[in-house]
């Protein structure tokens, strides 16, 4: 992962607000809008439960390219793991690997 220039990010856009009560022609133009700006995406629909009822969410999974913010943290993430890999190591190279003795001569 180490010297990866940019990647990219998944993201869901919450379509449930803007298509309950529009129009197919609506929603359809609002779809395309979003393809037109992200590509192919995949369309998610899930139900969840807001006062005992159930009500479908809709969604659609986009990938961009991560921002600078992001990838900054990305990279410190990538440092902190890096870094406790390294300790991890550490402890257990001390605790298994064999030690040389003491006081003892060859011959």
Known sequence: MAGRKTATV???IDLTEELDGATLDEAIERLRTLRD???PARIGIAAYEHLGEPHPRFAVE???RETPAEALLRKEREAR???RLRRHYEQLRERFEPRPRAGRRGG
Do not use: I, K
Request: no cysteine; hydrophobic share 10%; aromatic share 0%.
């Open 10 to 12: 998944r993201e869901r």
């Open 37 to 39: 700006r992200h590509g």
């Open 62 to 64: 986009v990938e961009r």
């Open 81 to 83: 793991h890096e870094e």
